[in-house]
């Protein structure tokens, strides 16, 4: 077997060293979409903003439903500390030229007659995806660096004729990127993934050759042009599809058929790649330091490893879009939206972790 011409390169221009890029820039502006109104997004903002989780670093830049965010504030008895609202992005660009932060990006959304908490609702769904699509305009217009993003929900998506599934895949339909590529982040555990949004039949079918090797190929490229986010002298581990690694073809063919070759190959071609490692191990081996970064080969194998470890404090990190995103990791949390119970830790963390990477390249 061999890599076929098509496999991205290992050049480390391949995947934009954001560090490199923004240290032109003194004072880096994230920018933050609402996230589903009927969720949690507004409250773990508003709460995040309150921590001040930047260290005034970067500025921030809040794109949401205005009346419906004053609305959330005065329901939930929290303070709105903007600086200044704008509506337009002539107004942001001066705000950014005078360093105010934070900024209200005021947007008209919601029918707040209609407006419900925790109820799923295509206006919701809809004003989810406008938020996300204007912090991509924010960026694309330089105002912003990167985009930190509260919680969807897939359903009010879906009700709102929205295709895309969630955030990863709507950021690349904007932005025309082909291989977008999750990392999950807890404590130093870093988890990158295969597949993503997939039923449990479809994701084992997606671990091919082909695709597995492209995967690897890919994390190496991250990890190699990140360098000070990264233990280069570890390698990647690649975890198991089946139980026990599939002890030998007794339970699946996986490992003999497709993960061993890709790692082989990817070896082959200098990359420091072990595995399959049980997924019952490779994990707890990631969180102890033995690996660079685990490859997780299913959504929910990452997942649960991830959120186990720290649930608040787990975020994800998109790789191979124009622009740094990283995100808090959890749901819109219908069940307590409106009550003012929401944690808001997850949101604090990303919004760290996005300007640490802007300022530090870390």
């Known amino acids: 077997m061999s890599v076929v011409n098509h496999l991205p390169s290992l050049d480390s221009a391949y995947w934009p060293c954001y560090h490199a890029v923004m240290s032109e820039s003194h004072f880096p502006y994230l920018a933050l979409p609402g996230g589903d109104p009927a969720g949690i997004g507004v409250e773990i903002l508003l709460k995040a903003l309150r921590k001040d989780p930047t260290e005034a670093t970067v500025g921030l830049i809040v794109i949401t439903d205005g009346p419906l965010l004053q609305k959330s504030a005065a329901d939930l008895a ?3 500390p903007f600086v200044i609202t704008v509506t337009n992005l002539a107004e942001l660009q001066e705000a950014v030229n005078r360093r ?3 900024i209200l990006f005021s947007q008209t959304f919601v029918d707040l007659s209609t407006f419900a908490y925790g109820v799923i609702n295509a206006q919701c ?3 989810a995806y406008e938020a996300i699509k204007v912090a991509v305009e924010v960026v694309q217009a330089g105002i912003a660096q990167a985009i930190v993003t509260p919680p969807l929900h897939k359903e009010a998506l879906r009700a709102a004729g929205i295709d895309e599934i969630g955030h990863t895949e709507i950021l690349s339909t904007l932005t025309g990127t082909t291989k977008a590529v999750t990392m999950f982040e807890t404590h130093g555990l870093k988890i990158f993934f295969h597949s993503r949004h997939l039923s449990l039949r479809e994701a084992c079918d997606a671990v091919t050759y082909q695709s597995l090797l492209e995967t690897i190929i890919e994390c190496e490229a991250i990890t190699c042009s ?3 986010g990264f233990d280069l002298n570890k390698p990647l581990a690649v975890a198991a599809l089946n139980p026990h690694g599939g ?4 339970f699946g063919r996986e490992e003999i058929e497709h993960i061993i070759p890709a790692i082989e190959e990817a070896q082959k071609h200098g990359i420091n790649v072990v595995g399959p490692i049980g997924a019952d191990s490779v994990f707890h081996q990631g969180r102890i330091g ?7 080969l299913y959504h929910d194998q990452g997942h ?3 959120k186990t470890y720290d649930f608040n404090q787990t975020i994800s990190i998109t790789w191979g879009l124009p622009f740094l995103r990283t995100s808090v990791d959890h749901g819109t949390a219908f069940d307590i939206a409106g009550k003012n119970i929401a944690d808001a830790s997850g949101m604090v963390r990303a919004i760290e972790v996005a300007a640490q990477y802007l300022t530090e390249g870390i």
């Open 78 to 80: 929290l303070e709105t």
């Open 100 to 102: 105010l932060s934070p």
């Open 125 to 127: 769904g809809l004003a």
């Open 226 to 228: 990140n360098p000070q």
């Open 247 to 250: 002890d030998g073809g007794l």
């Open 290 to 296: 033995m690996w660079r970064a685990v490859i997780s």
């Open 304 to 306: 649960i490893a991830a």
